[in-house]
């Protein structure tokens, strides 16, 4: 990785490396070997959770249902009973939609199917001129079944939201990791009081990998880069999914990373330029009007702090790189920070999804391609 890093000219400019959680990767950015923080993929500690979940009862749900669904959409003559019953009973024409074993979301887009369209689907199972009694046997869903995917609708609802939201490809900064995480935490994946066995035994299973994997138990999370990130993120500046006293601490670490981030512009001289130019323009309106005629900002970095924190958040559909834009001049050593920071992706999917469309170009029947026209092609399909 060094390697490559000196191969392209990047020393010195690597902020962080997002990775998956594999041991031989996570032992490579070890900050012994790298100079540039570790990042763990949040969508694959997102999809490790969910089959820590899935490996329990609720497979047996899946197959169950995949099974069913695989009946339908194989049979014709099972598919046109299908809609026959929708239209009586006023559902919607909807077709059974199967899960895939690579897309986890899929089973989430399962079970609201067949939650949609139970009635329908017991109808033409019942119907023996249609399914036989044989196949209705091995087919029809036991009530717990019905009962477990209508439970765990809501909780994978909000596990393929988070991962839509966090696996998208534009304006996702690592920022959002921990605001979603407790989220999923505190409101998700909290248990309710008419939770069965069943669904508390899943929650309690999806809670384990975004729980370990952020060190949240520890406390040390607040010092990592996706809580510094959020900090500096004006929709969730005040971290309201903290403990006062957490809050605190990462207040206290932000302070600490602006301070050296204030000594270094000091050494390189960066910002000179800009400062001169900003007094020379202010220089003959302050002769006119007189030195004190404006109020002089507090200096340091606990002062801008204090004034970035008072500043109303944005809604949370506005993108902090544009707000930083507008107001970092406002915040200097927090702006710097945040270019460093914000810039950091949550997840790695965006390069996976790079692998993925490799494959589909280089093919048995495009053999003769040459690298070059393999890297010309990808950059065209990233970047229409």
């Given at each position: 990785?060094?390697?490559?890093?000196?191969?392209?000219?990047?020393?010195?400019?690597?902020i962080?490396?997002?990775?998956?959680?594999?041991?031989?990767?996570v032992?490579?950015?070890?900050?012994?070997?790298?100079?540039?923080i570790?990042?763990?993929?949040?969508?694959?500690?997102?999809?490790?959770?969910?089959?820590?979940?899935?490996?329990?009862?609720?497979?047996?749900?899946?197959?169950?249902a995949?099974?069913?669904?695989?009946?339908?959409?194989h049979?014709?003559?099972a598919t046109?009973?299908?809609?026959?019953?929708?239209?009586?009973?006023?559902?919607a024409t909807?077709?059974?939609?199967?899960?895939?074993?690579?897309?986890?979301?899929?089973?989430c887009?399962?079970?609201?199917?067949?939650?949609e369209q139970?009635w329908?689907?017991?109808?033409?199972?019942?119907?023996?001129?249609?399914t036989?009694?044989?196949?209705?046997r091995?087919?029809?869903?036991?009530?717990?079944?019905?009962?477990?995917?209508?439970?765990?609708?809501?909780?994978?609802?909000?596990?393929?939201?988070?991962?839509?939201?966090?696996?998208?490809?534009?304006?996702?900064?690592?920022?959002?990791?921990?605001?979603?995480?407790?989220?999923?935490?505190?409101?998700?994946?909290?248990?309710?009081?008419?939770?069965?066995?069943?669904?508390?035994?899943?929650?309690?299973?999806?809670?384990?990998?975004?729980?370990?994997?952020?060190?949240?138990?520890?406390?040390e999370?607040?010092?990592?880069?996706?809580m510094?990130?959020?900090?500096?993120?004006?929709?969730h500046?005040?971290l309201?999914f903290?403990?006062?006293?957490?809050?605190?601490?990462?207040?206290?670490?932000l302070?600490?990373?602006?301070?050296?981030?204030?000594t270094?512009r000091?050494?390189?001289?960066?910002?000179?330029?800009?400062?001169?130019?900003?007094?020379?323009?202010?220089s003959?309106?302050?002769?006119?009007?007189?030195?004190?005629?404006?109020?002089?900002c507090?200096?340091?970095?606990?002062?801008?702090?204090q004034?970035?924190?008072?500043?109303?958040?944005?809604?949370?559909?506005?993108?902090?790189?544009?707000?930083?834009?507008?107001?970092?001049?406002?915040?200097?050593?927090l702006?710097?920070?945040?270019?460093?920071?914000?810039?950091?992706?949550?997840?790695?999917?965006?390069?996976?999804?790079?692998?993925?469309?490799?494959?589909?170009?280089?093919?048995?029947?495009?053999?003769?391609?040459?690298?070059?026209?393999?890297?010309?092609?990808?950059?065209?399909?990233?970047?229409?």
């Amino acid at each position: 990785m060094n390697g490559a890093v000196e191969q392209w000219g990047l020393e010195g400019r690597v902020i962080a490396c997002v990775h998956d959680n594999a041991a031989n990767i996570v032992a490579a950015n070890s900050p012994t070997r790298v100079p540039w923080i570790s990042v763990a993929c949040f969508a694959h500690t997102l999809q490790l959770a969910i089959n820590d979940g899935f490996a329990l009862y609720l497979y047996r749900v899946i197959s169950a249902a995949s099974k069913l669904v695989s009946h339908f959409n194989h049979s014709t003559t099972a598919t046109k009973a299908l809609q026959k019953k929708q239209e009586q009973m006023g559902l919607a024409t909807h077709r059974l939609t199967q899960s895939c074993k690579t897309r986890w979301n899929s089973v989430c887009e399962m079970f609201d199917r067949l939650v949609e369209q139970r009635w329908a689907v017991v109808a033409v199972l019942s119907d023996r001129t249609v399914t036989k009694l044989q196949d209705a046997r091995i087919l029809e869903l036991k009530d717990e079944y019905w009962q477990l995917m209508e439970d765990t609708q809501p909780v994978l609802s909000a596990l393929k939201c988070a991962t839509t939201v966090m696996s998208a490809e534009k304006d996702v900064s690592i920022s959002n990791t921990y605001p979603v995480t407790f989220g999923l935490i505190n409101i998700h994946l909290m248990r309710s009081e008419g939770d069965g066995p069943r669904l508390i035994q899943d929650k309690s299973a999806f809670l384990s990998h975004p729980t370990n994997e952020c060190k949240i138990e520890a406390g040390e999370f607040v010092s990592f880069a996706p809580m510094i990130s959020s900090m500096l993120d004006p929709r969730h500046k005040h971290l309201g999914f903290l403990t006062p006293t957490q809050r605190l601490a990462a207040n206290a670490k932000l302070v600490e990373l602006g301070e050296a981030v204030g000594t270094d512009r000091a050494d390189t001289g960066e910002g000179s330029a800009n400062t001169e130019v900003a007094t020379s323009q202010s220089s003959a309106m302050a002769q006119l009007l007189g030195d004190h005629y404006t109020t002089q900002c507090e200096a340091g970095i606990e002062a801008e702090l204090q004034n970035f924190l008072r500043e109303t958040p944005p809604p949370l559909n506005c993108t902090p790189t544009d707000w930083w834009k507008v107001n970092g001049i406002r915040f200097p050593a927090l702006a710097e920070l945040a270019r460093r920071y914000l810039c950091i992706p949550a997840t790695s999917v965006p390069s996976e999804r790079v692998f993925s469309a490799a494959g589909l170009t280089v093919t048995r029947l495009r053999s003769r391609l040459t690298p070059d026209h393999v890297n010309m092609l990808l950059f065209l399909n990233k970047n229409q």
